[in-house]
């Protein structure tokens, strides 16, 4: 069973910085099945990234997702108040990461 | 618009079934593109997957390993729905659950969730 293991467990960055989240595989996984979402407080997760790097429907060019193999990231650029809340990785539609929250100062 | 609606007890007694019930709107069950998701979550054990089930000209249904021996995701196509059973529950059981689906062309990723249940495990 793959197990993902994603880093920081928390970042806190002010409006308008760049936030960079990594995803690491315990074995390598097809770049076709990483899939990134976000979750609010109360809210169940929405897809961001499919495909490691295809932003999903309505999702703004703020976010990119890119890597291969083992090794992932999402980019969050220039951020904005909504965009703290947890960011959660997952492979083959099936198992997640541990999620890294995104604080907004 | 796809809408997915859970349904099902949010009170379940230790060593009983679990048993949630996922409606599904604006696409089939039978969707030869689609996966139909059962996931959870809890503060302890974070976003857990449960298991699938999806239809390739022939029904599949796949189960994470912890689960395997316990837990049955079936569709129903008459209703076009999708349910979760799991047996043998315990206090650990107590969770947030998920229905989703997820996509072929988005890599089986989850496009469209329900609203989630919360569900205790209490006698």
């Known amino acids: 069973e793959i197990v993902l293991t994603q880093s920081p467990g928390t970042l806190s960055l002010s409006p308008g910085e760049r936030a960079t989240l990594s995803c690491r595989a315990s074995?390598?996984?097809?770049?076709?099945?990483l899939a990134w979402y976000q979750q609010r407080p109360g809210q169940a997760p929405r897809l961001l990234i499919y495909?490691?790097?295809s932003r999903a429907t309505g999702i703004p060019d703020r976010f990119s997702g890119s890597g291969s193999g083992t090794d992932f990231t999402l980019i969050i650029n220039r951020l904005e108040p909504e965009d703290s809340a947890v960011y959660y990785c997952?492979?083959?539609?099936?198992?997640f990461g541990g999620g890294t929250k995104v604080e907004i100062k | 618009q796809v809408q997915l609606q859970q349904s099902g007890p949010g009170l379940v007694k230790p060593s009983q079934t679990l048993s949630l019930t996922c409606g599904i709107s604006?696409?089939?069950?039978?969707?030869?593109?689609?996966?139909w998701n059962w996931i959870r979550q809890s503060p302890s054990r974070g976003l857990e997957w449960l298991g699938r089930?999806?239809?390739?000209?022939?029904?599949?249904?796949e189960y994470a390993l912890s689960f395997k021996s316990r837990i049955t995701i079936n569709p129903d196509t008459s209703k076009n729905q999708f349910s979760l059973h799991l047996n043998s529950v315990t206090p650990d059981d107590a969770a947030v659950y998920y229905c989703?689906?997820?996509?072929?062309?988005?890599?089986?990723?989850?496009?469209?969730w329900g609203q989630g249940t919360l569900v205790t495990v209490s006698s």
């Open positions: 604006g696409d089939t069950v039978s969707n030869d593109n689609a996966a």
């Open positions: 997952q492979q083959d539609g099936s198992s």
């Open positions: 989703a689906r997820g996509l072929v062309l988005t890599g089986l990723g989850f496009d469209c």
């Open positions: 495909g490691a790097s």
């Open positions: 089930t999806y239809s390739r000209s022939q029904w599949y249904h």
């Open positions: 074995q390598i996984v097809s770049s076709k099945y």
